[in-house]
């Protein structure tokens, strides 16, 4: 069965694993983000040493954190590029990746790669097309189509677009370092955790904060209703785990669709099938593609 080198790219720690292609992962290990020569080559290390024990690799997966450069025909492809991370601006990943190993890389955002991971082995399969959120430390998206991720210049950034406000979350600035109130600024964890002290999840059931966190995320539903029409909507991330939050966002959705979507229904959106092996899966998908594009 064919072997494949998989890295899950974080902002404080890299998932590596070598994992079969039914996605069973055979070994694992995490690695803590210090900085991109440490970080790299004991991955590296990690990955060598883990082929040596089970057997040849057939090609290598990276989902990484971003703005990453996935466009191959430019010059910065396989790159973090304009990170705010101290050290990693303009780190070149699949290069020295490539080259420890003579095979062929892919590389996408984690958000992309979770996503084809989704439309390949989780909630997303045998749908043509399927939008992947993640509602976390930021919020981020990724769409699939036939089988492959949907690219333009650069990955989406779909977690930046302007929402309505609630107007009962007046006061709140937003905590977007570009935009101050876009759907970032207003319903990342970081956003929460600055507006009322506490994670989602740790606020009463009662709390105004998960209806307005809904509303928030069930707008950027109905944005991507309106642009794409995609067959299913997923929602991952730590927010998104909390009890009660899709239920609210689809009753939101419902509303906010007003009955104009021709065959939209609230129920396609839904949570990911995979938990948390995304990360790792989706490095899989990347690297299967690599190898087969
Ligand atoms: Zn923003």
């Given at each position: 069965m064919a072997l494949y080198g998989c890295l899950e790219a974080g902002g404080t720690k890299f998932v590596v694993g070598l994992v079969t292609d039914a996605g069973e992962i055979v070994a694992s290990v995490r690695i803590p983000t210090t900085l991109p020569d440490e970080t790299l080559g004991a991955a590296i290390d990690w990955l060598q040493a883990a082929a040596g024990d089970h057997g040849p690799l057939s090609a290598l997966g990276i989902a990484t954190?971003?703005?990453?450069?996935?466009?191959?025909?430019?010059?910065?492809?396989?790159f973090i590029t304009s990170t705010p991370k101290p050290g990693w601006r303009q780190t070149d990943m699949a290069g020295p990746l490539g080259q420890a190993f003579g095979l062929p890389v892919g590389f996408d955002t984690d958000v992309n790669g979770a996503a084809l991971a989704e439309s390949r082995w989780g909630a997303g399969r045998g749908e043509r097309m399927l939008a992947y959120l993640t509602l976390g430390t930021g919020i981020g998206g990724g769409i699939v189509v036939d089988g492959h991720s949907l690219h333009g210049?650069?990955?989406?950034?779909?977690?930046?677009i302007a929402v309505r406000r609630d107007s009962a979350d007046g006061g709140f600035a937003g905590i977007c370092p570009f935009h101050g109130d876009c759907l970032e600024g207003l319903a990342s964890g970081p956003a929460i955790m600055a507006r009322w002290g506490r994670a989602l999840s740790d606020l009463p059931s009662d709390h105004p904060g998960h209806g307005i966190i809904a509303g928030y995320v069930a707008q950027l539903c109905i944005a991507l209703e309106a642009m794409v029409s995609p067959d299913r909507i997923i929602i991952g991330g730590g927010v998104a785990q909390t009890p009660g939050l899709l239920d609210r966002v689809r009753q939101r959705a419902d509303i906010r669709s007003?009955?104009?979507?021709?065959?939209?229904?609230?129920?396609?959106i839904v949570a990911p099938g995979l938990g948390s092996h995304s990360g790792l899966l989706g490095a899989l998908a990347l690297a299967q593609d690599a190898l087969a594009p």
């Open positions: 954190f971003g703005p990453a450069g996935i466009d191959r025909a430019r010059r910065d492809w396989g210049r650069t990955h989406s950034e779909m977690g930046h007003a009955g104009y979507f021709p065959g939209f229904d609230a129920a396609r």
